[in-house]
């Protein structure tokens, strides 16, 4: 079931979208709308075998300062395809681990940026950071570059799953690097942690979840694993026979959400908890909260630019993504040209239904008149896809009234069947619930 971080999904892009398409959409910004920026870093000092990410392990720096260089071209090619220059709002460095770029590095890329766009002092620049990796120095050279947000992969403080799952980060590791980063006034600081994990119990995950919230972090993330071994090779290392059962993975979920929300933690769509002065916070009640490729955000802007291998963007006119190899994707900028290698274009159709299914999915509530009207479509133009939603009803999932649809609290693990259920590419989107937790 898809996670709706776009729509239509990645896997509805397309090689009809390639670069001249891209630069046609590039150059019909307006220059007065700020942008997000999302740069991807696809390497890592070592393989974690839950890893689901677009990376590669490498063990010198040289390929990472090369892959540094394309990155500042392609920056180059993209602001130079832009019809002015923008205004950044919000910047995202993920991974991969971007905890693989050196210091001084992060002040380069930091001017080089600063060249190509205006990035204001309010401008969120957020970064993914491995506590395995950070350092004191390190941390310093962030805050230098202006970050002002950092997301910890965390997953589990148990020895045993951390073991079970090749990345072993005690909770000491942790606990320092939230601590340095508080010492530079970085103090938006969110976990990343799991279920589903090989070894975890309701017990377990508990525990890290205390240990979590003694680190008073601003945001939490709670995913559930997602065992893929025939596409994510490295999850073969996991012991099946360690996995828990698909109820034993709803009570950790529901066990630990339950646990966040007693400790003063807001939940924030499917899987995100927020303290209250955290902007999720405050985008969830006015209405504003969005969903995208980094999953919730506060993030207003209408256009996202990617950058850097297997990198999406998300403009009004539709969504394109970067070639995720290497090879062709230096290749493509040291010609002069972008690298897209995918994409689809939005069609009416697409903008109304991307609507709906972003606020199920971010409000957990959708007032489709409301919608539609929006959209200048008839009032009926959904009715045919609201049959889909009558199991969902007989189920609890949900409530309807006239044409609003409610996820019940009980229903919110299921809020990706709701949505589902509008969504046009999806050839069955009227399965039974269970494949979704
Ligand atoms: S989980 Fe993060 S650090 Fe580990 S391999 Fe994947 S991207 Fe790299």
């Given at each position: 079931m898809p996670r709706y971080t776009s729509y239509p999904t990645a896997p509805h892009f397309h090689d009809g979208v390639q670069e001249a398409t891209y630069r046609d959409w590039l150059a019909a910004l307006e220059s007065t709308v700020p942008l997000s920026l999302y740069f991807h870093v696809p390497f890592c000092a070592e393989m974690c075998s839950f890893c689901g990410c677009h990376t590669k392990i490498v063990n010198r720096y040289e390929p990472v300062a090369r892959y540094l260089e394309t990155l500042e071209a392609e920056v180059d090619l993209v602001a130079s395809a832009l019809p002015g220059r923008f205004d950044a709002a919000f910047v995202h460095w993920g991974g991969g681990s971007p905890t693989m770029l050196g210091g001084d590095d992060w002040r380069r890329i930091h001017d080089h940026f600063h060249r190509a766009f205006s990035i204001g002092g309010d401008a969120e620049m957020a970064v993914e950071l491995d506590p395995r990796t950070a350092t004191q120095d390190y941390i310093r050279a962030l805050a230098g570059a202006g970050v002002n947000r950092v997301s910890l992969g965390v997953q589990d403080f148990n020895d045993d799953v951390q073991v079970a799952i090749r990345r072993v980060q005690p909770f000491a590791m942790t606990a320092q690097v939230v601590a340095w980063l508080r010492d530079e006034g970085i103090d938006a600081i969110n976990f990343d942690l799991m279920y589903g994990?090989?070894?975890?119990t309701v017990d377990i995950v508990l525990a890290s979840i205390d240990q979590a919230i003694s680190l008073k972090p601003s945001r939490i993330a709670l995913f559930g694993y997602a065992h893929v071994p025939w596409m994510k090779s490295y999850q073969k290392l996991i012991d099946e026979a360690a996995l828990p059962d698909a109820m034993a993975r709803f009570a950790q979920a529901e066990a630990a959400a339950g646990a966040l929300e007693a400790a003063g933690y807001r939940r924030i769509g499917l899987d995100h908890f927020a303290r209250a002065d955290d902007t999720l916070v405050r985008a969830q009640d006015a209405g504003l909260l969005r969903r995208n490729f980094q999953g919730y955000t506060a993030d207003e802007a209408s256009t996202l630019l990617g950058f850097g291998t297997s990198a999406i963007g998300a403009l009004p006119q539709g969504y394109v993504q970067n070639d995720p190899d290497m090879r062709p994707y230096g290749a493509a900028i040291a010609a002069g040209r972008l690298p897209t290698r995918r994409g689809v274009a939005l069609s009416d159709d697409d903008r109304l239904r991307r609507d709906v299914i972003e606020r199920l999915m971010c409000d957990m509530t959708v007032d489709l008149d409301a919608v539609l009207r929006g959209h200048g479509m008839p009032l009926d133009t959904l009715d045919a896809d609201m049959d889909g939603l009558e199991p969902l009803v007989s189920d609890g999932i949900l409530q309807i009234a006239g044409r609003r649809i409610d996820i019940t609290p009980t229903g919110r693990p299921f809020a990706r069947i709701a949505a589902a259920t509008f969504d046009a590419y999806l050839a069955s989107s009227r399965g039974r619930h269970a494949i979704a937790v």
């Open positions: 994990l090989p070894h975890q």
